[in-house]
């Protein structure tokens, strides 16, 4: 009986990257606790945590400093409990294993499978639709309760003016809001584990997810509904957190040039 001898691999298939392995889809219960863990906290530090503090913080303007402190440890919490998540599911911190937990990786062309390069253009338009989302009808809400708004503000305008400490609360709580807090949890950790549920309609099911965890700031929910097909749609088709980072991020920036353009006035 003839015997096959098989071949060494040859110098390219040696160097090529192994297929990240399967991620573990997460069960219904399991969805709904991660948002419960990340929703619930920011709703309490907003309503109960913010006005507490307020009441024991000196000057003008108590709630918006309150809303600062309180939002931001809410953004900060929702980072602890991705790292959590991924350090007990991959046994591992390391950047490699990190990377592809979390769909940290540069988009990947739908059509030819390539990462990179001309798939990072789609963020220019989904940016001006996210832009253009401002204009989406809100519920009526207390303008010291929103940071835009506060800081078109006379009173913001007085607020930030010359102060580069809350100024750099500020810039703490973009990071975490658009690159480690929100984004990573909703888009790096949760939507690559919905599929078992929800299967080709997880973005979706993600997008909804995103917007009812606003409940700190019910009157951005219309609009954070939009966020379905302008952020996670996109990062399911591209298979990429970074693509949502990217894209919510333009609007931290945005916030970020009116904070010191107030601060140096």
Known sequence: MPTTIPHPPTADAARAPAAPAALPQYSPRKIAGVWAAAALPMAFMAWVGAPWLADRLDGPNQLPKALLLTITAGLIWQFVIVVALVAREQRSLRWPVVRDALWLRAPRSPRTGRRGGRAWLIVVPLVVALAAEEGVPQFH?????????????????????????????????QVFNTVLGEELLFRGLLLPRMNGVFGDRDWLANGVLFAAYHLHVPWA?????????????????????????????????????????????
């Open 221 to 265: 929910i219309p609009g954070a509904l939009l966020d379905t097909f302008i952020i996670a749609y996109p990062s399911k088709r591209y298979r990429s957190a970074l693509l949502g980072i990217a894209v919510h991020s333009a609007q931290s920036l945005v916030f970020l040039a009116i904070g010191l353009s107030l601060v140096l006035k």
């Open 141 to 173: 809400h207390a303008v010291q309760r929103d940071l835009g708004p506060f800081l078109q503000s006379h009173a913001g305008h007085l607020f930030l003016s010359g102060a580069w400490g809350w100024f750099a609360v500020i810039a703490v709580m």
